[in-house]
């Protein structure tokens, strides 16, 4: 009985281990890297001579993402790292059997793309939910997730480049705990390859965070509690139709980690000189306008003010519960923003300057993590003087499961002290399957009530409900010229908040992408909508008919570095509504739009960029053209050292003849310390008088860390 009993059992683990050894033992162990403790420190030149290093074995064995997601790198990639009380060192030896192909520009730090590099990527928390990444390239130019101090060398070599690092433990945010491990994983691009390679196979449809090595052997050091001071001070001579204003001005930014990866900001009399001037854009509808954020104070730490439904950033929001160019001119605003115990946290509060009064500003964001890879939070955001308020509240929500699928959601109820708070709320659903390869899917519902009045947030539209479902394939190709293919079919349903129609269309979308690094995308829609006018009383209100809308575009776009860096061209043409100047009337008509771009950089240290975009409306019934305009801008950046750079802009539109120039000079002078002389004219057309000015800075700051 015992015999047959053993051979059952012996049976059944066989034929279980027969099912399932393939996934068993296709796993692999998690890449592990050791470091040890050095009393010596290396000298960050990128030279590798050190004994350090010498000492020990590096690691290597790096994998393809793309093109050829999960196959061998082209080329051999070497890693070393230790540490000492201060600070954790890395250096890497990046083999090319062609160096003289190897492509690396002198920018700003942070302003290169697609050259040679390599990235560190720590999750010091090993929570695989939060990290921070340093990349540097052949000519040492560096570039972080995080603005923060670390020292880099680099150099090319007869059988590649070399680079090292040097990150203090003060520029890190981790636990206290004797011993650490942290995620860890190292990221190459090679330029002439157009390929990205991971340390560990970094598959295209899990989170990258899910899939990095392990990085041990850390123990008696101590996450530091930074404390840091930004002064400056400056002298600005303005200039504008005879109007004088010459003044001094002083101001302080101050950082202070309050908690690991927690940090404090705080600005007193801000001095944005250095900002560039907003490009033009024609106001072709009833709605407001959205600009990006320029300035540092704002842009820092932006991430953890966003909701669930924000995912895309090259794109303009249609609403969003914090828009901080609200606060134009702040008095003083800090912020405390980043991420402990599984808590990200967004808080802010600034008095903005105006003549009717200083409102306060304040935002409150908390965002929990759940789960794998998901999120719950809540959000507040509010403007309060002494004789009205605007207060704003919304919970949301980000699942994620199978690691391909993501359920995103939010709800906000707007009040305000002189509305009678009814039909004042945003609800937003998305659902998505989003895989690098296979079916496409995604399905989302809007919904803005007609009395909602976002004052510290921007909003698109009001008095919409917009049903959206795309479905599709893509096909991903592991040989060939055409790395990737898409074709969608989609289809949209729109609403006022009572459910009423204002409009449907269809959708065809397509999408290529080809090894040699440009992508053709494009699309064809038909549907019919209504529009939203101004009545007498200058509130919007839905048009009684609709009007048939078709129309297509086609967008080619090239950014491959080198001598022609990038280039991009997007044709828009579409039977639509056209408004008339003061948007209360909209008559059937078609809408032609060509934007065009083209950076070139003839040498490593020099960049010259030309763009425009035109625009032309004409009216079916006449034939009339009732809009032709163009905005044009061309920029040049000239990077003389590490240290010194020029950079020129001008921007312009044709409408009425108005322009911007910026001529910014600026030398850094150690870590986050600079002087700067910034030059700014203006001009433009009213009515039949031509104005313009002038204004001139000169801004010196300093970096005092303790």
């Known amino acids: 009985m015992f015999y047959k009993n053993s051979r059952l059992i012996s049976t059944v683990i066989f034929l279980v281990l027969f099912l399932y050894a393939p996934h068993i033992f296709s796993q692999d162990r998690v890449k592990n890297i050791h470091v040890s403790r050095i009393k010596d420190p290396p000298k960050i030149d990128g030279l590798i001579e050190e004994s350090c ?16 997601n999960g196959e061998k790198a082209s080329e051999e990639t070497l890693v070393w790292a230790v540490y000492d009380q201060k600070n954790i060192y890395f250096a890497f030896l990046m083999k090319d059997t062609l160096p003289a192909k190897i492509w690396a520009e002198l920018t700003p730090r942070n302003a290169y793309e697609n050259n040679d590099s390599i990235t560190l990527i720590l999750d010091t928390y090993n929570d695989k ?7 540097v390239n052949p000519k040492g130019v560096q570039k972080n997730s995080v603005e923060t101090i670390w020292k880099s060398g680099a150099v090319i070599r007869t059988d590649g480049w070399a680079a090292e690092m040097a990150i203090p433990f003060k520029s890190l945010r981790f636990s206290p705990k004797g011993n650490q491990v942290w995620g860890i994983n190292f990221e190459r691009y090679i330029y002439r390859l157009n390929e ?9 449809d899990k989170p990258l965070l899910h899939q990095m090595g392990e990085l041990s052997g850390l123990s008696g050091i101590r996450p530091g509690y930074n404390l840091e001071f930004f002064p400056y001070a400056g002298f600005r001579s303005s200039r504008w139709e005879g109007a004088e204003d010459d003044k001094m001005a002083v101001g302080l930014d101050f950082k202070y980690g309050i908690l690991p990866n927690l940090i404090l900001d705080m600005t007193a009399s801000p001095d944005f000189s250095e900002v560039e001037s907003d490009p033009f854009i024609y106001q072709l509808s009833p709605y407001e306008n959205y600009f990006g954020e320029n300035r540092p104070f704002f842009n820092e730490g932006s991430q953890y ?19 901080s160019r609200r606060i134009s001119d702040p008095k003083i605003a800090a912020k405390i923003s980043g991420k402990t115990g599984g808590y990200s946290f967004g808080i802010l509060g600034a008095i903005n300057d105006e003549e009717d009064g200083d409102p306060f500003f304040s935002v409150v964001r908390v965002q929990k993590d759940i789960f794998k890879n998901s999120q719950v939070g809540i959000y507040f955001a509010g403007i309060d003087t002494s004789e009205e308020y605007n207060r704003n509240f919304a919970v949301d929500y980000n699942f994620n499961f199978k690691d391909i699928y993501y359920l995103r959601g939010m709800s906000a109820l707007s009040y305000n002290h002189d509305k009678g708070n009814v039909n004042n709320g945003i609800h937003i659903i998305q659902f998505e399957r989003d895989a690098d390869a296979g079916i496409q899917l995604e399905l989302n519902f809007k919904r803005i009530e007609e009395n909602v009045d976002i ?7 009001t008095d919409i409900q917009t049903t959206e479902l795309s479905t599709g394939y893509a096909w991903r190709f592991n040989r060939g010229k055409v790395k990737r293919f898409s074709l969608d079919l989609g289809g949209n349903l729109n609403q006022d908040s009572h459910a009423n129609t204002t409009g449907y269309s269809v959708d065809l979308r397509y999408w290529t992408e080809f090894l040699a690094q440009f992508v053709i995308h494009g699309g064809f829609s038909a549907g019919k909508r209504k529009y939203q006018i101004f009545d007498a009383g200058d509130s919007l209100i839905w048009t009684e008919d609709f009007i ?57 240290y020099f960049e010259w960029s030309v763009s425009s975009d035109w625009i ?18 061309t920029a040049l950046h000239l990077q003389v050292t590490r240290s010194f750079f020029l950079s020129t802009r001008l921007l312009g539109e044709t409408r009425d003849d108005q322009y911007n120039f910026d001529f910014l000079i600026g030398y850094y002078f150690g870590a986050g310390n600079i002087i700067q002389l910034s030059y700014k004219k203006s001009a433009k057309t009213v009515g039949l008088l031509r104005e313009g000015g002038y204004s001139i800075t000169l801004k010196v700051s300093y970096l005092l860390r303790i």
């Open 53 to 68: 290093w010498k000492n020990i074995q590096p690691v290597s064995g790096f994998i393809q993402h793309d093109p050829f």
């Open 129 to 135: 939910r939060t990290s921070i990444s340093f990349t």
């Open 196 to 204: 990205q390679d991971y340390w560990t196979d970094v598959s295209r």
């Open 305 to 323: 003010f966003k909701l669930s439904t924000e995912r895309d950033e090259s794109w303009r929001p249609d609403f969003n519960l914090f828009y």
């Open 455 to 461: 004052r510290t947030g921007f909003v698109n539209q």
């Open 548 to 604: 048939q809308t078709y129309g297509g575009d086609f967008d080619f776009f090239w950014m491959r570095g080198g001598f022609l860096k990038e280039a991009s061209v997007e044709v828009v043409w579409g039977k639509r509504g056209i408004y008339n100047e003061d948007f209360t009337l909209v008559e059937p008509g078609v809408q032609t739009s060509i934007e065009t771009e083209v950076t070139l950089r003839p040498l490593s």
């Open 616 to 633: 032309k409306q004409t009216i079916d019934q006449t034939g009339e053209t009732v809009f032709d305009g163009m905005t044009y801008a």
